[in-house]
């Protein structure tokens, strides 16, 4: 590797390297799940990223750059937020509550190598509304999180349908 980006490196800024250690010289997926309360109407609304390593013999947290999205009751996105996770256990951000979201998702338009895990409020609103949803990829990754949480033993068959 170092053949490869040792030519790179007396142009390049410090964080190519800690992105190489952390992304080609470790291994594991990390989880990430949000913890939020939709009756928070406030146009300052707290969510909170929980990012967790997927296996405990990899247990590298990264960066992350994902698009957080939030559904309404009609199923359609009424705000995006583009985030930077940072590479511990939470990261916070603040959203419009006043658009009354009923559902979270962590990687609209799949940007990011990571395992979503919904959360309850969302889990419940996909479960019954995910015909709403518009567009087959973000429709295929919620219902990637479905079969994931499923497979990891986090949601049975029997909740998800």
Request: charged content about 25%; aromatic content about 10%.
């Amino acid at each position: 590797m170092n053949e490869f980006y040792e030519p790179i490196y007396p142009n390049s800024p410090k964080n190519l390297i800690d992105w190489q250690k952390s992304w080609l010289q470790t291994s594991g997926l990390n989880e990430c799940q949000a913890e939020w309360d939709p009756s928070n109407t406030n146009s300052e609304a707290k969510l909170v990223i929980k990012q967790t390593a997927a296996r405990p013999d990899f247990p590298n947290l990264r960066h992350h750059k994902v698009k957080v999205a939030f559904y309404n009751a009609e199923g359609t996105v009424c705000e995006i937020k583009d985030v930077v996770l940072n590479d511990s256990a939470e990261t916070a951000i603040t959203y419009n509550g006043a658009n009354k979201p009923k559902a979270v998702f962590l990687n609209h338009d799949d940007d990011a190598f990571i395992k979503v895990i919904l959360d309850e409020h969302s889990l419940e609103f996909f479960k019954k509304e995910l015909s709403k949803i518009s567009g087959e990829l973000n429709k295929s990754l919620i219902w990637t999180a479905f079969s994931d949480m499923i497979k990891d033993g986090k949601l049975s068959a029997y909740e998800a349908a």
